[in-house]
Nanobody, 126 residues
Framework: QVQLVESGGGLVQAGGSLRLSCAASGRTFSSYHMGWFRQAPGKEREFVAAIWRSGVHTYYAESVKGRFTISRDNAKNTVYLQMNSLKPEDTAVYYC???????????????????WGQGTQVTVSS
Protein backbone atom coordinates (compact mmCIF):
# COMPACT_ATOMS: atom_id res chain seq x y z
CA GLN A 1 0.00 0.00 0.00
CA VAL A 2 1.26 3.45 -0.94
CA GLN A 3 -0.19 6.71 0.30
CA LEU A 4 0.45 9.85 -1.70
CA VAL A 5 0.10 13.42 -0.48
CA GLU A 6 0.45 16.35 -2.87
CA SER A 7 1.39 19.87 -1.87
CA GLY A 8 2.55 23.12 -3.43
CA GLY A 9 -0.55 24.17 -5.31
CA GLY A 10 -1.90 27.70 -5.18
CA LEU A 11 -2.80 30.83 -7.10
CA VAL A 12 -0.25 32.28 -9.50
CA GLN A 13 -0.30 34.82 -12.30
CA ALA A 14 0.21 33.77 -15.88
CA GLY A 15 3.91 33.41 -16.62
CA GLY A 16 4.69 32.45 -13.06
CA SER A 17 5.98 29.21 -11.56
CA LEU A 18 4.96 26.64 -9.01
CA ARG A 19 6.59 23.48 -7.73
CA LEU A 20 4.35 20.62 -6.76
CA SER A 21 5.53 17.89 -4.44
CA CYS A 22 4.12 14.44 -3.82
CA ALA A 23 5.29 12.62 -0.73
CA ALA A 24 4.86 8.85 -0.65
CA SER A 25 4.63 6.58 2.34
CA GLY A 26 6.24 3.19 2.51
CA ARG A 27 9.65 1.75 1.77
CA THR A 28 9.02 0.75 -1.82
CA PHE A 29 8.71 4.17 -3.45
CA SER A 30 11.65 3.47 -5.74
CA SER A 31 9.86 0.45 -7.19
CA TYR A 32 7.03 2.57 -8.61
CA HIS A 33 6.78 4.60 -11.75
CA MET A 34 5.24 7.97 -10.90
CA GLY A 35 2.94 10.22 -12.84
CA TRP A 36 1.20 13.57 -12.63
CA PHE A 37 -2.29 14.07 -14.01
CA ARG A 38 -4.66 17.01 -13.89
CA GLN A 39 -8.37 17.62 -14.14
CA ALA A 40 -9.92 20.95 -15.01
CA PRO A 41 -13.57 21.73 -14.23
CA GLY A 42 -15.88 20.01 -16.66
CA LYS A 43 -13.05 18.10 -18.31
CA GLU A 44 -11.66 14.61 -18.09
CA ARG A 45 -8.51 13.87 -16.18
CA GLU A 46 -5.47 14.13 -18.43
CA PHE A 47 -1.89 12.99 -18.36
CA VAL A 48 0.77 15.60 -17.59
CA ALA A 49 4.09 13.84 -16.97
CA ALA A 50 5.61 10.52 -15.94
CA ILE A 51 8.95 9.36 -14.60
CA TRP A 52 10.37 5.84 -14.49
CA ARG A 53 11.41 4.14 -11.26
CA SER A 54 15.06 5.07 -11.70
CA GLY A 55 14.27 8.57 -12.92
CA VAL A 56 16.15 7.97 -16.16
CA HIS A 57 13.12 8.24 -18.42
CA THR A 58 10.60 11.06 -18.36
CA TYR A 59 7.60 11.74 -20.57
CA TYR A 60 5.39 14.79 -20.99
CA ALA A 61 2.12 15.79 -22.54
CA GLU A 62 2.65 18.00 -25.56
CA SER A 63 0.80 20.84 -23.85
CA VAL A 64 3.41 21.09 -21.07
CA LYS A 65 6.58 20.00 -22.85
CA GLY A 66 9.33 22.57 -22.39
CA ARG A 67 7.53 24.24 -19.47
CA PHE A 68 7.11 21.48 -16.88
CA THR A 69 9.76 19.19 -15.42
CA ILE A 70 9.11 16.01 -13.47
CA SER A 71 11.76 14.68 -11.11
CA ARG A 72 12.03 12.36 -8.14
CA ASP A 73 14.15 11.88 -5.07
CA ASN A 74 13.93 8.23 -4.08
CA ALA A 75 15.82 8.90 -0.85
CA LYS A 76 13.06 11.31 0.18
CA ASN A 77 10.17 9.27 -1.29
CA THR A 78 9.09 12.35 -3.20
CA VAL A 79 8.23 13.22 -6.78
CA TYR A 80 8.15 16.81 -7.99
CA LEU A 81 6.57 18.76 -10.80
CA GLN A 82 8.25 22.07 -11.57
CA MET A 83 5.86 24.21 -13.56
CA ASN A 84 7.17 27.29 -15.34
CA SER A 85 5.58 29.75 -17.75
CA LEU A 86 2.18 28.86 -16.41
CA LYS A 87 -0.89 29.63 -18.49
CA PRO A 88 -4.54 30.03 -17.48
CA GLU A 89 -5.28 26.75 -19.25
CA ASP A 90 -3.01 24.99 -16.75
CA THR A 91 -5.64 25.66 -14.08
CA ALA A 92 -6.73 22.30 -12.67
CA VAL A 93 -6.52 19.94 -9.75
CA TYR A 94 -3.19 18.13 -10.04
CA TYR A 95 -2.86 14.54 -8.91
CA CYS A 96 0.17 12.37 -8.46
CA UNK A 97 -0.09 8.64 -8.99
CA UNK A 98 2.04 5.52 -8.58
CA UNK A 99 2.21 2.56 -10.91
CA UNK A 100 3.77 -0.84 -10.20
CA UNK A 101 4.37 -1.19 -13.90
CA UNK A 102 2.99 -0.21 -17.29
CA UNK A 103 1.39 -2.70 -19.64
CA UNK A 104 2.69 -1.96 -23.08
CA UNK A 105 4.33 1.21 -21.88
CA UNK A 106 1.02 3.11 -21.52
CA UNK A 107 2.28 5.59 -18.95
CA UNK A 108 -0.27 8.15 -20.14
CA UNK A 109 -3.34 6.09 -19.22
CA UNK A 110 -4.73 6.75 -15.76
CA UNK A 111 -5.89 3.15 -15.42
CA UNK A 112 -2.23 2.07 -15.41
CA UNK A 113 -1.77 3.66 -11.99
CA UNK A 114 -2.48 1.82 -8.76
CA UNK A 115 -2.43 4.60 -6.17
CA TRP A 116 -3.54 8.24 -6.26
CA GLY A 117 -3.17 11.28 -4.09
CA GLN A 118 -6.00 13.57 -3.09
CA GLY A 119 -4.96 16.34 -5.46
CA THR A 120 -3.81 19.93 -5.12
CA GLN A 121 -5.44 22.92 -6.78
CA VAL A 122 -3.45 25.06 -9.19
CA THR A 123 -5.06 28.27 -10.38
CA VAL A 124 -3.41 30.50 -12.97
CA SER A 125 -4.87 33.98 -13.37
CA SER A 126 -4.59 35.93 -16.60
Amino acid sequence: QVQLVESGGGLVQAGGSLRLSCAASGRTFSSYHMGWFRQAPGKEREFVAAIWRSGVHTYYAESVKGRFTISRDNAKNTVYLQMNSLKPEDTAVYYCAAARGYSGGDYYRDNEYDYWGQGTQVTVSS
